[in-house]
């Protein structure tokens, strides 16, 4: 009995973990431990050698189980003393930042263009940039064979072998959302569509995929005198100036009729753009009146409604107000050049608080 419990208070005593300490215990006082089998022996002893043996087997149990609990206290004190040594922390040193966030400058001027048209009394819709060609080209007046589809550098999407169905295209313009407002809303209407669209161009001012936002408005009465009025309020607003020289240039689109472009008046002297004077011009978007075949697509009568359109170029409108050179870098992911141009998530543009602080 003597050589048992030395044999295990000197092994408890040395037990350097508690899976060591475990083992221990399993070893001497477990199911099968030592102390166990002793006890087993209990029964084929005589009742006077029990009576001997009995009280000795239940201390020897008693005394190796308080060493164990005794350890098992030590070692996790043990274990805080190392941790607290370990994972020592000081408080008194000044805190560090994460890397701040900024809001992109595609973003800000979303939000900026839906915050001026809507003091306007337009509100925002959008579409998907995943469209069949039906809204994307035929429901504006573009049919199949028309250049104006060659000339979109239009990306269709893949489809099946023997699917021939007409593919699914990334949408080349935001002035498929004209349709589907006209579907879901009819006259009048009177609407802004920002988003995404793309075409396979890459070059300094193009990316495949980039920003506009469509215009449209229906009513009764429209008339270029109000296309005319609602870009002048608008670029004036954006350009936060009082006056800005816009220039409509005939054009063609097949969606309007008649359609005109329009362009700012700049200067690019010194190699910087500056908007509203000098003898420069820069194309921001493009308009006219909506096509009646147009209107009539959208399920509206065109012999009762007359409406007027805009697309313009978000990303260009960004450059030229926040003097960005490149178009590319809007998409690189650069946190220098998002550090430099982004704007603080806590500035909501709008017309009362200021567009741009
Ligand atoms: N969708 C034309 C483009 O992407 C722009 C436009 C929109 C022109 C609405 C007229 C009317 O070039």
């Known amino acids: 009995m003597d050589d ?21 215990r399993l070893a001497a006082v477990g199911k099968k431990g030592e ?9 084929k002893m005589t009742a006077e050698e029990r009576q001997v043996a009995g009280p000795v087997l239940n201390a020897l149990k008693d005394e190796i189980n308080s060493a ?50 809507a003091e306007m009394g337009f509100s925002v819709a959008e579409g998907p940039r995943i469209d069949t060609d039906w809204y994307n080209f035929d429901a504006l007046n573009i049919p199949g064979h028309h250049p104006a589809r060659a000339e979109m550098d239009t990306f269709y999407m893949h489809r099946a072998e023997g699917d021939d169905r007409p593919p699914h295209v990334l949408r080349t313009h935001t002035s498929p959302v004209q349709i589907r407002s006209m579907e879901k809303r ?22 495949p995929m980039f920003h506009q936002v469509e215009g449209l408005a229906i009513d009764k009465d429209i008339s270029m005198a109000h296309l005319k009025w609602v870009l002048e309020e608008f670029v004036k607003a954006y350009f936060e100036v009082d006056g800005v020289d816009l220039r409509f240039r005939a054009s063609h689109f097949p969606f309007t009729e008649p359609s005109a472009e329009v362009d700012i008046r700049c200067s690019w002297e010194g190699g910087t753009l500056k908007v509203g004077e000098g003898d420069d011009w820069l194309e921001i978007l493009g308009s006219g009146m909506v096509h009646p075949k147009v209107l009539a697509a959208g399920g509206i009568d065109p012999e009762q409604w007359q409406g007027f359109a805009f697309g313009m170029g978000i990303d260009r409108i960004a450059m030229l107000k926040y003097g960005v050179p490149d178009l590319r870098a809007f998409f690189d992911s650069d946190l220098r050049w998002l550090r430099h141009y982004g704007f603080s998530s806590l500035d909501q543009p709008t017309l009362h608080g200021g567009l741009s602080r």
Not at 4 to 24: N, P, V
Not at 69 to 74: W, Y
Not at 81 to 102: F, H, I, K, Y
Request: with cysteine.
């Open 35 to 43: 102390v166990a089998l002793k006890m087993r022996e209990l029964g």
């Open 68 to 117: 164990l609990s005794a350890k098992k206290v030590g070692l996790a004190d043990a274990a805080l003393d190392a941790r607290l040594r370990d994972e020592w922390l000081d408080v008194t040193l000044p805190g560090r930042t994460r890397p701040q966030g900024s809001i992109h400058p595609i973003s800000q001027v979303t939000e900026e263009v839906t915050a001026i048209f």
């Open 186 to 207: 009819g006259a009048p209407l009177r609407i802004i569509c920002p988003g995404g669209v793309y075409r396979a161009d890459y070059d300094q001012t193009h990316t």
């Open 4 to 24: 048992l419990k030395q044999k295990y208070l000197s092994q408890i005593a040395e037990a350097a973990d508690e899976a060591a300490l475990e083992s221990i």
